[in-house]
């Protein structure tokens, strides 16, 4: 059974981490609307490829699963190395989260700092 991330009664939406599939997965009343696939090395994440299907785009839904995917990890004290488009452009709009990417293994993350 996945790992409840996030949920909103009210909007019926459902972020979960599907350990065994390795993906974080967004759920809209009980339907999958996307995905975050990723690797597991040690303590860092390695974030791969964000979908949202098609049914479900332009209703905000890959923020909510980026956030509560990045907001789990800092609980867990996880890092991350990014290789999604998608996060390394919500990570240069919310700042807070630039601490979560690891170093030395930052996958394609570019700084603001060194644009």
């Known amino acids: 059974m996945p790992d409840v991330l996030f949920a909103d009664a009210e909007s019926s939406v459902v972020v979960s981490n599907n350990e065994k599939e390795h ?3 967004i759920s809209v009343a009980g339907e999958t609307a996307g995905r975050m696939g990723y690797r597991v090395i040690g303590n860092r ?6 979908v949202i299907y098609d049914a479900f785009r332009g209703q905000g839904l890959s923020s909510v699963l980026i956030k509560s995917t990045l907001d789990s990890l800092r609980i867990h004290g996880n890092t991350i190395s990014n290789y999604c488009p998608v996060v ?4 240069h709009k919310n700042p807070e989260y630039i601490s979560l990417v690891d170093a030395k293994h930052s996958g394609t993350w570019v700084s603001p700092s060194s644009s």
């Open 88 to 91: 390394d452009r919500f990570i």
């Open 23 to 25: 993906r974080y997965e």
């Open 45 to 50: 994440r390695v974030l791969m490829h964000t």
